[in-house]
């Protein structure tokens, strides 16, 4: 069974900590994403990486950064949390195929305060 | 530039009613378009895609290049089918997502 993993469902955090969300691949999958899911918006791409050390901007990349060391984990980087940035994160992950199905993490919903 | 439009954030239909949930893009190549749906307390999850030309749960979506629109359809609208229901744009190896249609079907 396909499986993405993120590390939290719930997150509360200050203003101006740095916050760390994980997700985890069992699928070796290439592909790796990061999205915020807010109402009314949709889902929004914030970064992607199609590769280990491989990172590409998203449509919304600003006050986040990302990493990805090892192929099955991608992880999303907040430097400095803001309210703005309270949302829903979604992790996700495909394989470079024709059909191109991408497999969603559970989310983590993240309360700046 | 590539953009995929849902005009209703909420569909409201009684159940065997039908359902159509429209979708429209703006992309200037050949496009690859997909239904993607989340249901309470669920992650969310592929329901199909345009190159299978598959029915699945009784949904079926066909791609309309001159009205450049991937509406979802369904004859006959069932309560487990509320949800909310995204369209999506395949870019390069990203997606492109719409802003999303809730649909409720009440009893």
């Known amino acids: 069974d396909v499986k993405v993993t993120q590390s939290s469902r719930y997150l509360v955090k200050r203003t101006g900590e740095k916050v760390f969300l994980e997700c985890v691949q069992d699928?070796?999958?290439?592909?790796m994403f990061w999205y915020r899911q807010d109402p009314g918006l949709g889902l929004r791409l914030i970064y992607f990486?199609?590769?280990?050390?491989?990172?590409e901007k998203g449509d919304i990349p600003e006050g986040y950064s990302v990493s990805r060391e090892k192929k099955e984990r991608f992880s999303l980087i907040l430097e400095s949390a803001s309210t703005n940035q309270t949302s829903m994160y979604l992790c996700a992950s495909s394989r470079n195929a024709v059909g191109y199905e991408q497999y969603f993490g559970p989310g983590t919903r993240l309360t700046v305060t | 530039a590539q953009r995929v439009t849902q005009p209703e954030k909420l569909l409201s239909v009684f159940k065997g009613a039908p359902v159509e949930l429209k979708c429209n893009y703006s992309?200037?190549?050949?496009?690859?378009l997909f239904w993607y749906v989340q249901y309470s307390r669920q992650r969310l999850q592929l329901l199909l895609r345009?190159?299978s030309r598959e029915s699945i749960k009784g949904f079926t979506a066909d791609l309309n290049k001159g009205e450049t629109s991937f509406h979802l359809k369904k004859p006959f609208a069932q309560e487990e089918d509320s949800a909310m229901y995204y369209c999506a744009l395949l870019y390069g190896n990203k997606l492109v997502f719409g802003a999303g249609t809730i649909l409720r079907v009440k009893s």
């Open positions: 345009h190159i």
């Open positions: 990486s199609y590769d280990v050390k491989m990172k």
């Open positions: 992309y200037s190549g050949s496009p690859e």
């Open positions: 699928m070796d999958h290439e592909n």
